[in-house]
């Protein structure tokens, strides 16, 4: 159930390990919004193995580094190689994509294992049998249900049974993007894209994340991303956290333009520059929850998957190769990408099912194996969010401090 990153990862998954899957979801039709998507080697080897690896390379940007500065100078206070470092240490690459490439190609991968029901939206569930009831009245049924209906899970109040609603977390992102052609009219901003990077600056209660993707373009007729690279152009992906005071929860709330650069008008002169480029913004509040030991109803045969168990703050989609290059708070050995983690493990579990009575046992097994994992990574998400954030005073020196430490390492 549900047709995001998600869904379509399990979808493939489960389908390749022999099972029949049908994707029950609720929109009209498929697609993804939003932009910008951090790709880290513990996916883009997934996607490899998958046999993705290639398209994955076309569509997605590797950045050569990941540059973090102080908000107000633009001082750069840390530095981390990304690119060929990545690959060195971890095997694979780390990317920025667009999501739709990433959505259309996780499609196009499942699609030979997998029936798609749009305009299914499924309003009630039996976990015993277990069934689901359409919007239409129509009652589905199957073996097994995985519920990957997002951080605005129905299901999951069944599983936990009871009210369980995500938690705000205080923040909410500004969404933008610049055409790069609009970065190199500015001789300051074209050094940006000159030799791309990814760029933080970290300011207090408010940070900004930026990098370069390549434009999405849809064929006309078909609706479906085309793949025409290297001819896409290339835009820069800006996510703008800050304190959450009007957003709304959607990930396509229009967002206030001027508010946005009153927001950020403490920020470095580029950072202005950049701002005034800014067409329009998308405003969304950032929405997670507790970690959750229990993944799996009762009945043993409904499980949770992707934001509908774990969903958490986007400021963890650092690679795993700033371990040995950036303080410890920052470091990060896996990303938010769990989702296609916890895919991946299912399609592993359930290619060696050969009855129905070890569903119940496999999924538990599936909660057990994943659940460390997906918290230490949610309680670490938000940690960075205090980090990022520090009012300038003695923990905000520190954390620069060791930082630039760290960076004299990597660059002597
Ligand atoms: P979703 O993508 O939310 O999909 C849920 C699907 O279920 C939807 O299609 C929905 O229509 C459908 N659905 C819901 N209810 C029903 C119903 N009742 N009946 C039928 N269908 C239903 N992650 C990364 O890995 N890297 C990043 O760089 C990154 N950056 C991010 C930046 C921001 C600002 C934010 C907010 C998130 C970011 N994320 C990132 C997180 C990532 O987007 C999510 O973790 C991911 O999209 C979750 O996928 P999902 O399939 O679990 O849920």
């Not at 389908?15 to 880290?40: K, P």
């Not at 701002?275 to 970690?291: G, I, T």
């Not at 909660?367 to 300038?392: G, M």
Request: hydrophobic share 40%.
């Amino acid at each position: 159930m549900g047709c995001g990153l998600g869904g379509l990862a399990a979808a493939h998954c489960l389908g390749r390990a022999g099972h029949n899957v049908t994707i029950l979801e609720q929109a009209e039709a498929i697609g993804e919004i939003g932009a910008g998507i951090q790709i880290s080697p513990n996916v883009s080897r997934l996607f490899r193995r998958w046999g993705i690896g290639d398209r994955l390379d076309k569509m997605g940007i590797q950045p050569g580094a990941f540059a973090f500065h102080r908000y107000s100078t633009g001082e750069r206070v840390g530095w981390s190689p990304l690119g060929e470092e990545m690959i060195k240490d971890h095997g694979e690459g780390y990317y920025h994509v667009h999501r739709a490439d990433v959505h259309q190609m996780l499609y196009d991968l499942a699609t030979p294992y997998m029936t798609v029901r749009l305009n299914a939206r499924v309003m009630s569930i039996d976990p015993s049998i277990p069934t689901l009831t359409l919007q239409s009245g129509e009652v589905v049924s199957a073996d097994m249900i995985i519920a990957a209906d997002g951080v605005k899970s129905m299901i999951r109040e069944v599983v936990v049974g009871g009210p369980d609603k995500p938690i705000p977390t205080g923040d909410a992102a500004y969404r933008a993007i610049i055409p790069t052609a609009e970065l190199l009219k500015d001789p300051e901003l074209a050094g940006f894209v000159e030799n791309p990077e990814m760029n933080a600056w970290m300011g207090p209660n408010r940070h900004i994340m930026m990098y370069k993707i390549v434009r999405i373009l849809f064929c006309r007729s078909c609706g479906r991303a085309l793949t025409c690279f290297p001819k896409r152009p290339t835009d820069w992906n800006m996510v703008m956290a800050h304190p959450d005071d009007e957003a709304v929860e959607s990930w396509t709330a229009e967002g206030d333009v001027s508010k946005l650069r009153e927001d950020f008008k403490d920020f470095e002169p580029r950072v202005q520059k950049m701002l005034a480029l800014v067409p329009r913004a998308l405003n969304w509040r950032l929405m997670d929850r507790e970690p959750l030991p229990k993944w799996v109803h009762d009945d043993g045969k409904v499980a949770l998957l992707g934001d509908a168990i774990h969903p958490m703050l986007p400021y963890r989609a650092q690679g795993a190769a700033m371990a040995v290059s950036v303080p410890p708070f920052l470091i990060s050995t896996h990303t938010h990408q769990a989702q296609i983690e916890d895919a991946a493990v299912l399609g592993v579990f359930f290619a060696r099912l050969t009855d129905r009575s070890q569903i119940g046992p496999i999924l538990d097994a599936y909660q057990t194996i994943r659940f460390p994992r997906t918290s230490k990574t949610q309680l670490a998400a938000r940690r960075n969010q205090r980090i990022f954030h520090y009012e300038d005073g003695p923990e905000q020196i520190a954390r620069d401090n060791s930082m630039r430490e760290a960076m004299l390492r990597v660059t002597g």
